[in-house]
């Protein structure tokens, strides 16, 4: 009965994030205006913004989840932390390439090696590297906590991609939503942090559907291995 | 490449992306779920002939 709820859940989740996309597609390639300075290709800036704090948010749950791991050593936390380390990687990558193709017609350069770049690249490398801890560890128990202690510390590298372009001279421009000095409204007019808000809205929708999936599978092969643990030790 | 260029570019790759992923993840929760099934139906005739 909670295998069923469980599942009907995520479909209703799914179907939230799909219907809340849409608007967000509409909204910020047809209803939102161009802007004023760099016409419509401001308007990559509805899935940039989105998929870093998308990515943001998944770290930070590798963080939880690596912290409570190494606290309580449940394998449910374990789980969520590579679950979510997963994902984490997907939208970092992302918003790497949307900068990439953003920055080519806005500063004429594909990449270039500025504070927040590199550390986004090395924000990627960071989980990249998460990742292959993972399967390069043959004993799960020491892959787990290796992979934790590696997901506290790459989760320190956010701060330092906020705060790079306050910390040194760099192309890209400072925080358009998360300021310490300025309210989102005070720095983007209404018709453009509209639909702003409501793709960061269908991201995070979005991104708990995917992580409702990947936990999921992370439980259905934790009960598989130990399903095939007790028959080996049976035999 | 015009503006409109670089934005469905970037949509593209991303929904693209995003899009290959959920299939993906679709289909290893389907495989994980045929495996337990096909381990508990297993054990089931296993305890089955114990009887």
Known sequence: ?????????????????????????????IHAPA?????DVQRIMYLHIPSILTAYLSIF?????????????????????????????????LTIVEGSIWGRPT???????????????????????????????????????????????????????HMSVYWWRT????????????????????????????????FALLYFYLLSLRFRLGELQEEIKARKLARSSAS | MDAWGYVMLAYGVVWGAILLYLLSLKRRLRRAESDLALLQAEEETGANEEK
Not at chain 1, 68 to 80: F, N, P, Q, T
């Open chain 1, 107 to 161: 500063w004429g350069v594909w990449w270039t090696w500025d504070a927040r770049l590199t550390l986004t690249a090395v924000f990627l490398l960071i989980f990249l590297g998460y990742l292959m801890l993972r399967s390069l560890i043959e004993d799960e128990s020491r892959a787990a906590t290796a992979a934790a202690v590696l997901g506290i510390v790459g989760f320190l590298d956010i701060p330092l991609i």
């Open chain 1, 61 to 93: 749950l590798v963080f939880v989840g690596s912290c409570l791991y190494l606290w309580k050593r449940e394998k449910r936390d374990d789980i969520l932390a590579y679950s979510a380390a997963e994902i984490g990687v997907l939208f970092i990558a």
């Open chain 1, 171 to 202: 192309l890209h421009q400072p925080p358009s939503i998360l300021r310490p000095d300025k309210a989102p409204w005070e720095n983007i007019p209404w018709p453009l942090l509209t639909p702003l808000l409501i793709n960061i809205v269908a």
């Open chain 1, 1 to 29: 009965m909670p295998q069923r709820s469980g599942r009907k859940g995520r479909s209703l989740l799914g179907t939230l994030a799909l219907l809340v996309t849409l608007i967000g597609l509409y909204w910020g390639l």
């Open chain 1, 35 to 39: 802007d004023a300075f760099q016409g």
